[in-house]
């Protein structure tokens, strides 16, 4: 069956730059996640979904950032005005449920010039 | 603070031997436990989880062994592949839905 997909697979940009990134979670899967991973890391918690709403956006570094989820399964994240800083690989898992195994998509690598 | 990590970050395994990758936690609230596996260029792929109710768990070829008296997890790969070759990631989930990952090993398969 198909695993989560995300979108697209990499992207760069200019600094100030608005970018989206798209996560299509696996089917049915009410629980989504996103993850950054930055370069010899592991990835960290910044948003997770159960259906529609975002019950825990506190991993979100600022509000430069923003998720939606408006019908319950694709998600995207938003950047608004990149920084460099910006750069990293962005993941998004699903799980279905919170307390089930989260499987991860293979993540957007986005640079910021 | 609280933390998941990894006693090495690199493990270098003669293919055919078997391999163990070490984490120590430090969250004693923390109840599941994942390994992860991530080639270059990918997302991290699933291999096996275990749960605080249970010491010991076997999957193909892999076996994940937790001590909650110490803190400590590990990953045992049996007649390590040259396919193997990753960065092995454990992830905690201290009760909801978050995971906390540790830096993680690089593992390299030797032919």
């Known amino acids: 069956g198909a695993g989560v997909s995300q979108t697209p697979s990499n992207k760069v940009t200019e600094k100030g730059k608005y970018v989206e990134l798209r996560c299509d979670p696996i089917?049915?899967?009410?629980?989504l996640y996103w993850y950054r991973q930055s370069l010899g890391q592991g990835p960290e918690f910044l948003i997770y979904?159960?259906?529609?709403?975002?019950?825990?956006d506190s991993g979100l570094p600022n509000d430069r950032f923003f998720a939606v989820r408006p019908e319950g399964s694709v998600s995207t994240l938003k950047i608004q005005r990149t920084e460099r800083g910006d750069s990293a690989v962005y993941l998004c898992?699903?799980?279905?449920?919170?307390?089930?195994?989260?499987?991860f998509g293979p993540g957007t690598r986005l640079l910021v010039l | 603070g609280e933390s998941v990590g990894l006693h090495l970050p690199t493990l270098s395994v003669q293919e055919g031997d078997n391999s163990i990758i070490n984490c120590a936690y430090s969250n004693s609230a923390s109840d599941y436990f994942i390994w992860y596996k991530q080639e270059s260029g990918k997302g991290p792929q699933f291999i096996i989880d275990i749960r605080s109710n249970m010491d010991k768990r076997q999957g193909q070829r892999v076996t994940v062994l937790l001590n909650k008296t110490v803190k400590h997890l590990s990953l045992q790969i049996a007649a390590t592949q040259p396919g193997d070759s990753a960065v092995y990631f454990c992830?905690?989930?201290?009760?909801?839905?978050?995971?906390?990952f540790g830096a993680g090993t690089t593992v390299t398969v030797r032919a």
């Open positions: 979904f159960q259906g529609t709403g975002a019950a825990d």
């Open positions: 898992a699903s799980s279905s449920d919170s307390q089930e195994t989260q499987y």
């Open positions: 089917s049915g899967h009410t629980a």
């Open positions: 992830a905690e989930n201290r009760g909801d839905y978050k995971l906390s």
